[in-house]
């Protein structure tokens, strides 16, 4: 039998409303150092992996945001944002800026910042992407100011929510 951490390194599909989607690779584990990603903010402004460094990041990752349960996913982690002013707090989808801003101003999202992965720059280093959809697994990381993945959690099935409550516990951990 695996330990958890073993089942964690070997993710490499998730399921869609039970239909399997495999990954583009194999990602990163828990203690490794968080690959090279860009990702780009509201303003296309990109943001690299190293500008995050200095803080401890908690990155939420959702396949659409205009979806309910990505919707849900991303104003459970907006209402923690301001609890943690020590951290950065990203909320990563393939979803255009367009469209993300657009979330935004409907649910009154202000503090959480949506940053678009449309170049898909995050999604094949960190091996999140789902090819035939386009869109990223649903996960949450957390990473030491210094870049190391402290905390990962990749949800199984897309369509479920994550363990917010682990998370939240990963990143105070760091504070």
Known sequence: MLSNNEKEATIVEVTINGEVRSLVGNPPAVGEEMPHFKVFDKNDE?????????????ISVVPDINTSVCSIQTKKFNEEVDKYTGANFLTVS???????????AAENVEHMQLVSDHEESFG????????????????????????????REICPEIVAEPDYDAAIAALKQLL
């Not at 990109?46 to 908690?58: A, E, N, Q, V, Y």
């Not at 999140?128 to 905390?151: C, F, N």
């Open 46 to 58: 990109k943001i690299k992996t190293r500008f995050l460094f200095g803080k401890p990041t908690l």
């Open 124 to 151: 094949y280093a960190l091996k999140l992407l789902i090819p035939e959809e386009g869109i990223l697994a649903r996960s949450v990381w957390v990473m030491d100011a210094e870049g190391k993945i402290t905390y």
């Open 94 to 104: 393939t979803n255009t800026i367009a469209d993300q801003q657009k979330w935004c």
